[in-house]
Antibody, heavy 122, light 107 residues
C-alpha cells in the first residue's frame, strides 16, 4: 500500500519561503506513470492543485498552476523517496493545509498524505 | 481554467436515503472527472474516476455517471460512514481544478 507523509514547518513568516517534503513508501517515486503532486486547501475552502512532477525516464518534468505566478517549485529527493514543495514570497493567503498526493499519470489522485497545516503569520 | 460547480452546497439526509450530488463543468470535459470523499480532519479519498469507474475498495453503493458537462454521484443507501464532504475534480484541462464541494450532513 502506497503511503505519503508531509513534513515541514507549521509556521512561516510573510515574504519568506514555505518548504515542505513528502515521504513516499510502498511504491516507486520516479515511475513515469506516477505524478507526485501537491494540493492545498485553504481554511473553509475547496481544493487547489498546486502542481506536480514526474520522471519521464531521462529527466524530471514539472507543471504548476498559473495562479501561483511562478512562486512554486516541486522537485525530487529521490535518494530518500521524497519530493518537495517550495513556495516563495508567501502571504496570509497561502495559509492552508498542504497535501501531497500521487497522481495516476496526470489525471486523478489515488493516494494522499494526511496533510500539513502551514500558517503564514509574523 | 475549467470551472466546476457542485450542487447543492450542503444537504441534510437520513441513513438509508438515496443521495444524488451534481457537478457541472463550464466546458466539455468528456469523461475526465473524479469524485472524492473527505471526512473532517482527513485527506480526500478517491471514490470514482473516468466519471463512472469505482476506485479500488469503494462500495457499490457509490455510482458515478455523466459525460460532457453534467456529472452525478449517487449514493444508493446512505450509511453512517458516508457523512462527509464530496468533491469533484476534472483532468481534461489545465490547470487541474476541483469543485467547491457538497457537504452531506445528518438530518
Amino acid at each position: 500500500q502506497v503511503q505519503l507523509q508531509e513534513s515541514g514547518p507549521g509556521l512561516v513568516k510573510p515574504s519568506e519561503t514555505l518548504s515542505l517534503k513528502c515521504t513516499v513508501s510502498g511504491g516507486p517515486i520516479t515511475s513515469a506513470a506516477y505524478y507526485s503532486s501537491w494540493i492545498r486547501q485553504r481554511p473553509g475552502k475547496g481544493l487547489e492543485w498546486i502542481g506536480y512532477i514526474y520522471y519521464s525516464g531521462t529527466s524530471d518534468s514539472a507543471y504548476y498552476n498559473p495562479s501561483l505566478q511562478s512562486r512554486a517549485t516541486i522537485s525530487f529527493v529521490t535518494s530518500e523517496s521524497q519530493f518537495s514543495l517550495k513556495l516563495t514570497s508567501v502571504t496570509a493567503a497561502d495559509t492552508a493545509v498542504y497535501y501531497c498526493a500521487r497522481g495516476d499519470w496526470s489525471t486523478w489522485f489515488d493516494f494522499w498524505g494526511q496533510g500539513a497545516l502551514v500558517t503564514v503569520s509574523s | 481554467e475549467i470551472l466546476l460547480t457542485q450542487s447543492p452546497a450542503a444537504l441534510s439526509v437520513s441513513p438509508g436515503d438515496r443521495v444524488t450530488l451534481s457537478c457541472r463543468a463550464n466546458q466539455n470535459i468528456v469523461s475526465a472527472l473524479a469524485w472524492y470523499q473527505q471526512k473532517s480532519g482527513q485527506a480526500p479519498r478517491l471514490l470514482v474516476y473516468n466519471a463512472a469507474t469505482r476506485a479500488t475498495g469503494i462500495p457499490v453503493r457509490f455510482t458515478g455517471s455523466g459525460s460532457g458537462t453534467e456529472f452525478t454521484l449517487t449514493i444508493s443507501s446512505l450509511q453512517p460512514d458516508d457523512f462527509a464532504v464530496y468533491f469533484c475534480q476534472q483532468y481534461n484541462g489545465w490547470p487541474r481544478t476541483f469543485g467547491q464541494g457538497t457537504k452531506v450532513g445528518i438530518k
